[in-house]
């Protein structure tokens, strides 16, 4: 048995993902188009499973956790559309932001894979095999967020003097 309140917070949080999979199909760019595109795929597949079954809701409430840093990563991405990359509160979002990607992206993400792999034998084939290839395709492209955010939000600076030092 599941909880009702996880299970209703499942299901709300699932909703935008319907809506997020025409959208990342048509307006990421092409670079990065596979891996956003099939962001909503899984998650609708994975937590579509929880939702239909009944089972795994607080496994599924616990890969929510992601979506805190999605507030920070959201608030980077609109400072930067607003021509406001340079400001303080820019740079003290970076830091939030890189500290709620690492304790509720890459914490979560290698808990629920321990998990997974601690539990394998209880859970059926088919479930098991979706959340395998949900996690690894999360872990990838998580793998990849980072490193770009370090890149361009840390390591950005660092490159310009270097160049700066080489032309002088």
């Not at 830091?95 to 290698?110: D, E, P, S």
């Amino acid at each position: 048995m599941h909880p009702v309140f996880g299970f209703s917070f499942l299901c709300f949080f699932l909703n935008p993902f319907h809506f997020a999979a025409p959208w990342s199909a048509t307006h990421v760019n092409l670079v990065s188009k596979n891996a956003q595109a099939s962001l909503p795929s899984v998650v609708i597949t994975c937590f579509g499973l929880s939702v239909v079954s009944c089972r795994y809701v607080g496994f599924s409430v616990v890969a929510l956790l992601v979506e805190i840093n999605s507030v920070f990563l959201h608030l980077r991405q609109i400072l930067r559309m607003a021509s406001m990359a340079a400001s303080t509160l820019y740079r003290v979002n970076s830091i939030i932001n890189l500290g709620t990607y690492v304790v509720f992206r890459i914490n979560t993400l290698a808990w629920m894979t321990r998990w997974l792999v601690l539990n394998r034998d209880k859970i059926p084939l088919l479930a098991y095999t979706l959340g395998s290839v949900g996690m690894a395709i999360m872990t990838v492209m998580n793998i990849i967020l980072f490193c770009r955010l370090l890149r361009s939000d840390f390591l950005k600076s660092s490159t310009r003097e270097a160049k700066k030092e080489k032309e002088m």
